[in-house]
């Protein structure tokens, strides 16, 4: 990769970070959004894009880095074009989480944020990916695989590596690329919001019951 972007990557980048900053009353609340703008035309938080993202807000490069080294989502080496995030922590772990990450790991090659040769995944062993009620829970770029099986999760994998679409439990019709994503996690728009619903009956079944026996939050000190 380049040291620099082309004359016309850099022109559209700060166009677009223009639209993101004119969303915000003070512009330098724009970077995290412009972190992945940089993501979607990289792949991950690159120094080029760094020093793009200072020029703009009138940072020094490491005032950028600094936010970019503390939030997880962006990537400081290339990302593999799907993320695929398997949740270990407490209940997906004694779900079978733990045995889903092992078989992942031993099936594929690598470990913890490492990203096979073929830059096809990035594997991740996450705390949670707050899908409780659908323990064990894999995450392909931030979508939903709900009551996933170490079977179940190598076939995912191989039809990621093999190029075919993949389809998540919940959310949109099927997973687009890191990159895309990314630019979603910018603030733009790609169309896939209302593809397909986002809790499933075990997230609403407290909502079902509430509404089959009439029962209302109470009210507050004060409300009328």
């Known amino acids: 990769m380049s040291d620099s972007y082309t004359a016309e990557a850099e022109a559209r980048l700060r166009d677009d970070m223009a639209q993101i900053i004119a969303r915000y009353p003070g512009a330098r609340s724009a970077l995290m959004p412009m972190l992945h703008l940089i993501q979607a035309e990289d ?20 005032e950028v880095s600094a936010v970019a080294t503390f939030y997880s989502q962006y990537r400081r080496r290339p990302n593999g074009e799907y993320n695929v995030g398997v949740c270990t922590n407490a209940l997906c772990g004694v779900m079978g989480g733990e045995i889903i990450w092992d078989r992942l790991s031993d099936h594929l090659g690598i470990g913890h944020d490492q990203t096979t040769a073929d830059g096809r995944i990035t594997l991740e062993q996450l705390e949670c990916n ?14 939903f695989f709900d009551n996933q099986t170490p079977t179940s999760a190598i076939e995912l994998v191989d039809r990621i590596t093999a190029g ?31 593809e397909g619903p986002a809790g499933g009956p075990a997230s609403m079944v407290g909502l079902r019951y ?10 507050t000190v004060g409300e009328e």
């Open 164 to 194: 075919e679409d993949v389809h998540p439990t919940r959310g949109a019709d099927k997973v687009h690329t890191f990159k895309e994503i990314s630019r979603v996690l910018a603030g733009f728009e790609d169309g896939h919001v209302d």
């Open 210 to 219: 509430a509404r089959e026996r009439g029962w209302t939050a109470p009210q």
């Open 130 to 143: 707050a899908a409780c009620d659908y323990a064990p829970v894999i995450m392909v770029n931030w979508e």
């Open 43 to 62: 792949g991950y938080v690159s120094p080029r894009g760094i020093a793009v993202c200072a020029d703009v807000l009138n940072l020094t490069r490491a």
